[in-house]
């Protein structure tokens, strides 16, 4: 089922760069080659591999997932995506509160959840972690990185 | 090049790997090549790349040496986590588990921990050798190379990695052209026209390979290890037994070693093929050939020592190609590939005559390497052990903020950020969906000079595309591509028809 939307998707996809390409400006003088060639081989290349996985998603047996299997993770959609909305929020206050507060918050909270019950052991290694590594970055190794609030 | 020249590359190599700023690097990358390769969840790939942005700005000697320790340190490291907890800390450590885990439990973890320990450095030595001798006869050959056969190269090395790294031959080329569509946004270079820009500023100058990188390999690897977290944490095996080996157990090892180092490294020289299928073959090897065949998968000695030689091998034997060709056969290669072009470096027969102190002082390093990590993986691999003990909620949550460090400091842009987020969410739906990305990431660090190649061997040719097979060196490597592609599907055919005519037969 995946594989056949994957396939799908692969095929649209490369529909689309082939038309951008084509809908692409292109000089008369200079390069005799052009800068849609190459994308023209891309795209064409990349349809016959969309086609090739439909074609293998239709024919081949479906794989069953051994869930017994050690090796086997349980998908877990939701904490994943609480993990790239709250990395998207540290991201968001990145510039705004400065490194080293909007990493103290996002590792705490991240802690919080993840290590749970330890408070005082994730409040200290994500305090300590984000202000020294700022610390060693803008002063010793002077790599800019974002002061926000911070007075330097 | 006569033997004697090469003897004073090495000499003059050694010059370079000793001084003591390289040194101190070196030291750095042994000791978290070994850290990274203990860690499960975070292999060299994500390792290299997390640090990658870090080297920017930094000399590219000490910092291509210290990338290189990660790389092969972390096939050192890697047994720790496979022998005590039964879980890989790459996925070329994964037939270890199947000798080393029992042998753990059985009181024998120190003998396990040995006999990798000490087939990691000999068959590592064997691969520094072979690396040293075979770079400049491939080096020589590459010479030869014109655009046109340098297209086809690439064309090869990416058909490889694409059809054998990952289950699927289709999603694997789809994974490579992914990454030459990734790589083909931004400024064409040749006429200054954008392509597929679409008003965004921030993509004139196309999407840094550094964030698809980092993104692809270490923020998807966290995304999985968030839901591993939900699993619990696997206590370890204390190591138990003497980290020495008896004279039985030697002579049990000497020979598995030498073998599987050979099988190794001429593994890790073919694009694509890489250290886990070189573990493979090493290790069926030996149960063939060994006289203790009966007691593998219970515990066998041979079957830690075979695969660990031929996982440390393979790493220099994947050098072979990336220094003297410029083209990485592996993931992790891509990686350092990519870690060369942003210190304006082209790997391939050329730097070896124009930067002749960086790819020996590189190599020689090796040795010192070899010789650092042997120390740290035998009487002090007790004190590395200890962070299989770290609690995994810290681990996630302190190298998704470091990735983000790495990212920021490029370009000190937001944008980059949010980038780097989508690519780890890519990433993580790559691998929910059994798409291999070494081949992604191998399109995107090479698509720029594909495409170059392709067009300076159009342009001199006159658009004719019979270049492209106007040497036997180019329709050699245009044949070796489409048997890359088309002989594992003839295999899979040929397996299942094997299986279906055997359930017959039942």
Same mark, same amino acid.
């Given at each position: 089922?995946?594989?056949?939307?994957?396939?799908?998707?692969?095929?649209?996809?490369?529909?689309?760069?082939?038309?951008?390409?084509?809908?692409?400006?292109?000089?008369?003088?200079?390069?005799?080659?052009?800068?849609?060639?190459?994308?023209?081989?891309?795209?064409?290349?990349?349809?016959?591999?969309?086609?090739?996985?439909?074609?293998?998603?239709?024919?081949?047996?479906?794989?069953?997932?051994?869930?017994?299997?050690?090796?086997?993770?349980?998908?877990? =959609?939701?904490?994943?995506?609480?993990?790239?909305?709250?990395?998207?929020?540290?991201?968001?206050?990145?510039?705004?509160?400065?490194?080293?507060?909007?990493?103290?918050?996002?590792?705490?909270?991240?802690?919080?959840?993840?290590?749970?019950?330890?408070?005082?052991?994730?409040?200290?290694?994500?305090?300590?972690?984000?202000?020294?590594?700022?610390?060693?970055?803008?002063?010793?190794?002077?790599?800019?990185?974002?002061?926000?609030?911070?007075?330097? | 090049?006569?033997?004697?020249?090469?003897?004073?590359?090495?000499? &003059?190599?050694?010059?370079?790997?000793?001084?003591?700023? &390289?040194?101190?690097?070196?030291?750095?990358?042994?000791?978290?090549?070994?850290?990274?390769?203990? @860690?499960?969840?975070?292999?060299?790939?994500?390792?290299?790349?997390?640090?990658?942005?870090?080297?920017?700005?930094?000399?590219?000697?000490?910092?291509?040496?210290?990338?290189?320790?990660?790389?092969?340190?972390?096939?050192?490291?890697?047994?720790?986590?496979?022998?005590?907890? &039964?879980?890989?800390?790459?996925?070329?450590?994964?037939?270890?588990?199947?000798?080393?885990?029992?042998?753990?439990?059985?009181?024998?973890?120190?003998?396990?921990?040995?006999?990798?320990?000490?087939?990691?450095?000999?068959?590592?030595?064997?691969?520094?050798?072979?690396?040293?001798?075979?770079?400049?006869?491939?080096?020589?050959?590459?010479?030869?190379?014109? =655009?046109?056969?340098?297209? @086809?190269?690439?064309?090869?090395?990416?058909?490889?990695?694409?059809?054998?790294?990952?289950?699927?031959?289709?999603?694997?080329?789809?994974?490579?052209?992914?990454?030459?569509?990734?790589?083909?946004?931004?400024?064409?270079?040749?006429?200054?026209?954008?392509?597929?820009?679409?008003?965004?500023?921030?993509?004139?100058?196309?999407?840094?390979?550094?964030?698809?990188?980092?993104?692809?390999?270490?923020?998807?690897?966290?995304?999985?290890?968030? /839901?591993?977290?939900?699993?619990?944490?696997?206590?370890?095996?204390?190591?138990?037994?003497?980290?020495?080996?008896?004279?039985?157990?030697?002579?049990?090892?000497?020979?598995?070693?030498?073998?599987?180092?050979?099988?190794?490294?001429?593994?890790?020289?073919?694009?694509?093929?890489?250290?886990?299928?070189?573990?493979?073959?090493?290790?069926?090897?030996?149960?063939?050939?060994?006289?203790?065949?009966? /007691?593998?998968?219970?515990?066998?000695?041979?079957?830690?020592?075979?695969?660990?030689?031929?996982?440390?091998?393979?790493?220099?034997?994947?050098?072979? =190609?990336?220094?003297?060709?410029?083209?990485?056969?592996?993931?992790?290669?891509?990686?350092?590939?990519?870690?060369?072009?942003?210190?304006?470096? /082209?790997?391939?027969?050329?730097?070896?005559?124009? !930067?002749?102190?960086?790819?020996?002082?590189?190599?020689?390093?090796?040795?010192?390497?070899?010789?650092?990590?042997?120390?740290?993986?035998?009487?002090?691999?007790?004190?590395?052990?200890?962070?299989?003990?770290?609690? =995994?909620?810290?681990?996630?949550?302190?190298?998704?903020?470091?990735?983000?460090?790495?990212?920021?400091?490029?370009? &000190? !842009?937001?944008?980059?950020?949010?980038?780097?987020?989508?690519?780890?969410?890519?990433?993580?739906?790559?691998?929910?969906?059994?798409?291999?990305?070494?081949?992604?990431?191998?399109?995107?660090?090479?698509?720029?000079?594909?495409? !170059?190649?392709?067009?300076?061997?159009?342009?001199?040719?006159?658009?004719?595309?019979?270049?492209?097979?106007?040497?036997?060196?180019?329709?050699?490597?245009?044949?070796?591509?489409?048997?890359?592609?088309?002989?594992?599907?003839?295999?899979?055919?040929?397996?299942?028809?094997?299986?279906?005519?055997?359930?017959?037969?039942?």
């Amino acid at each position: 089922m995946w594989d056949r939307l994957l396939g799908c998707g692969v095929v649209a996809l490369s529909l689309g760069y082939l038309f951008a390409t084509h809908d692409m400006p292109v000089k008369e003088i200079g390069d005799p080659i052009g800068p849609r060639m190459f994308p023209y081989l891309i795209g064409g290349a990349m349809l016959i591999s969309g086609i090739w996985i439909l074609l293998e998603a239709f024919l081949k047996k479906p794989e069953v997932e051994d869930t017994e299997s050690h090796n086997y993770v349980k998908p877990r =959609p939701f904490a994943v995506a609480g993990v790239i909305a709250w990395a998207t929020l540290y991201f968001f206050l990145f510039e705004r509160l400065g490194f080293a507060i909007s990493c103290s918050i996002f590792l705490i909270g991240m802690m919080s959840f993840f290590n749970r019950g330890k408070h005082i052991t994730n409040i200290s290694i994500s305090v300590i972690f984000s202000f020294t590594v700022y610390f060693v970055f803008t002063q010793l190794l002077d790599v800019k990185l974002a002061p926000g609030i911070m007075p330097y | 090049m006569d033997f004697a020249e090469t003897l004073e590359h090495v000499f &003059n190599g050694f010059e370079v790997a000793m001084q003591w700023k &390289n040194v101190l690097f070196l030291f750095i990358g042994a000791i978290l090549g070994t850290l990274i390769g203990i @860690m499960p969840g975070i292999g060299t790939s994500s390792g290299i790349a997390l640090l990658l942005p870090m080297t920017f700005g930094m000399d590219p000697i000490p910092s291509l040496i210290m990338l290189a320790g990660i790389y092969y340190g972390g096939m050192y490291g890697n047994t720790a986590s496979a022998v005590l907890i &039964n879980t890989p800390g790459t996925a070329s450590a994964s037939m270890t588990t199947v000798d080393g885990y029992p042998m753990a439990k059985k009181g024998r973890g120190g003998a396990a921990l040995a006999a990798s320990a000490i087939a990691s450095f000999i068959a590592g030595t064997i691969g520094i050798l072979g690396l040293t001798f075979l770079a400049i006869p491939f080096a020589e050959f590459a010479l030869r190379f014109g =655009p046109a056969e340098y297209f @086809m190269l690439m064309f090869f090395a990416m058909s490889a990695v694409s059809s054998l790294t990952g289950r699927s031959v289709p999603k694997g080329l789809f994974a490579a052209i992914f990454g030459l569509m990734l790589a083909s946004i931004g400024m064409d270079l040749q006429t200054g026209i954008p392509r597929y820009v679409y008003d965004i500023p921030e993509l004139q100058t196309g999407i840094s390979f550094l964030i698809v990188i980092v993104g692809a390999f270490a923020v998807a690897e966290i995304l999985l290890n968030v /839901e591993k977290w939900f699993m619990g944490r696997l206590e370890p095996i204390k190591i138990q037994g003497s980290l020495y080996l008896t004279r039985e157990e030697w002579k049990r090892c000497w020979r598995p070693i030498v073998r599987g180092g050979l099988i190794g490294f001429f593994i890790g020289v073919l694009p694509g093929a890489g250290g886990t299928i070189a573990t493979v073959i090493a290790y069926s090897t030996e149960q063939k050939l060994s006289k203790y065949g009966h /007691e593998f998968g219970t515990g066998a000695i041979e079957g830690v020592a075979a695969p660990e030689a031929a996982n440390n091998a393979s790493t220099c034997g994947a050098f072979v =190609p990336l220094l003297t060709l410029g083209i990485p056969g592996s993931g992790t290669t891509a990686v350092l590939l990519g870690a060369f072009i942003l210190f304006g470096l /082209e790997p391939g027969a050329e730097l070896f005559q124009t !930067n002749p102190e960086l790819v020996w002082g590189l190599v020689d390093s090796m040795y010192l390497g070899n010789v650092f990590l042997i120390i740290m993986n035998l009487p002090l691999i007790g004190v590395f052990v200890r962070v299989l003990y770290l609690p =995994p909620g810290i681990l996630i949550s302190l190298i998704l903020s470091v990735a983000s460090i790495g990212i920021y400091a490029i370009h &000190n !842009n937001t944008t980059d950020l949010y980038l780097l987020l989508m690519f780890g969410v890519l990433g993580y739906v790559f691998r929910k969906l059994k798409i291999p990305i070494p081949p992604m990431i191998l399109g995107i660090v090479l698509g720029k000079l594909m495409e !170059n190649s392709l067009r300076q061997a159009l342009i001199i040719s006159s658009g004719d595309i019979k270049i492209f097979f106007s040497s036997s060196i180019s329709i050699t490597l245009f044949v070796l591509a489409l048997a890359a592609m088309i002989l594992p599907i003839i295999a899979s055919r040929l397996r299942i028809g094997r299986e279906r005519s055997m359930g017959a037969d039942d």
